[in-house]
């Protein structure tokens, strides 16, 4: 069973950064397209950005300019670059590995903005 973790999360102002990883278990990493989404209690599960197997990038426009994902697939971890965090960004945020409709999901980690 692949495993997968997120760490990173913790508390933040207004303004701040951070930077979140996901490592995955196995030996398929560099197969896996992969992506941040995030949640929160008021809103369902969103994609955040998200990168192929070609290093292809998407973001949702809320994060445009201010987040960057990338991945090491000889370390089998993706990252979540989060700067200039604004409070409507707290949430818990989720990777994702997804391969042929096969989907893969870590616990999540909280990220947290004070205003």
């Known amino acids: 069973q692949l495993q997968v973790v997120e760490s990173g999360g913790d508390l933040v102002q207004s303004g701040g950064s951070l930077r979140l990883s996901c490592t995955a278990s196995?030996?398929?990493?560099?197969?896996?397209?992969l992506g941040w989404y995030r949640q929160t209690p008021e809103k369902q599960r969103e994609l955040v950005a998200e990168i192929t197997t070609g290093g292809d990038t998407n973001y949702a426009d809320a994060v445009k300019g201010r987040f960057t994902i990338s991945r090491d697939n000889a370390k089998k971890t993706m990252y979540l670059q989060m700067n200039g965090l604004k409070p409507e960004d707290t949430a818990v945020y989720y990777c994702?590995?997804?391969?042929?409709?096969?989907?893969?999901w870590g616990q999540g980690t909280q990220v947290t903005v004070s205003s």
């Open positions: 196995g030996s398929r990493f560099r197969f896996y397209n």
């Open positions: 994702n590995l997804h391969e042929w409709g096969v989907n893969f």
